[in-house]
């Protein structure tokens, strides 16, 4: 167990711990794991929202079941690296529901995007009407997943 946030205890690490794995434990169940009064545990979950810690509760969905097997990832350099370019490109990719993820990166390229579609077929599609219409798009490089070797949303605490 890492040390990251000297504003937790032991008590708010081993809360936080137990919610990423099941965020629909009952504030009961939770304060018995926790070694706590159900009071006590509800009133540290709520400060640990007010304080930022816990972003937000969410259902995690089987992607076969709905049909998006295919995890590609995306490799997106820009024609230029001005801030207008970057503040366009940002804003546009936010829109955009079928980017799961976009992040900017140093090295060899601007932005990685992530993404689950259906198969290839319906990839191309995705790269040819989203991602390469994004603003200042100069060149791609796609990552088609073949296996899930590990992923997790859990965070080290």
Known sequence: M??????????????LGVLQ????????DLADKVGLSPTATADRM??????????????????????????????????KTTADV???FAAAVSRS??????????GGFDY?????????????QFLAEVILNLPGVRETHTYAVMEDVKDTHVLPI
């Not at 890492?2 to 809360?15: C, E, F, Q, V």
């Not at 990685?112 to 191309?124: A, E, F, G, P």
């Open 46 to 79: 709520k400060r640990l929202i007010r304080d930022g810690y816990i972003l937000r509760f969410t259902a995690e969905l089987n992607p076969q079941k709905l049909n998006l097997s295919l995890l590609v990832f995306v490799e997106v350099k820009l024609d």
């Open 97 to 106: 529901p079928e980017v799961l993820e976009c992040h900017m990166v140093a």
């Open 2 to 15: 890492t040390d990251n946030s000297p504003d937790l205890d032991r008590i708010d690490r081993k809360i």
């Open 112 to 124: 990685l995007v992530k993404s689950r579609v259906r198969d290839m077929t319906h990839y191309r």
């Open 21 to 28: 794995t099941d965020g629909r434990i009952t504030t009961t």
């Open 86 to 88: 970057f503040d366009a």
